[in-house]
């Protein structure tokens, strides 16, 4: 009986760092999008992976601005930050992990900021 539980409780811990290990190489793909009247918006994204976090950021002088990225590991996903400048007008930001429910916020007015993160 008791080497019965053994190997039931041993193959239970097999299952389990089977369903991690899947989980950590699977490849998901996030999108980050800014949409709006806003000019000049600057946009600093983030991607969580296997090597931590890596960080870019750029100015979009018109919107609708969309970028894609792929990325793998256990915590996967991404987060968006938007940034208006002095002339104001509104922007929204939209993270989006593998086709899945946008996580969305949105800045409005002169040097007016919104965040947005998925995973």
């Known amino acids: 009986m008791l080497l019965v539980l053994v190997l ?16 950590v190489s699977k490849t998901v793909e996030v999108e980050y999008a800014v949409t709006g009247n806003a000019r000049n918006v600057t946009i600093a994204y983030s991607v ?6 890596s960080s870019r950021s750029e ?6 601005w969309r970028k ?3 990325t793998k590991g256990f915590m996967k996903g991404g987060s968006l930050l938007i940034s208006l ?11 989006t992990v593998d086709h899945g429910t946008p996580k969305t916020s949105t800045a409005s007015g002169p ?4 965040t947005c993160s998925g995973f």
Not at 48 to 53: E, H, L, T
């Open 8 to 23: 039931l409780v041993a193959g239970g811990c097999v299952a389990v760092i089977a369903g991690i290990s899947h989980e």
């Open 68 to 70: 894609v990225v792929k």
């Open 59 to 64: 100015t979009a002088k018109t919107l609708p």
């Open 85 to 95: 400048s002095g002339s104001g007008g509104t922007a929204t930001c939209s993270v």
């Open 48 to 53: 969580w992976n296997d090597d931590g976090i």
């Open 111 to 114: 040097s007016a900021a919104a």
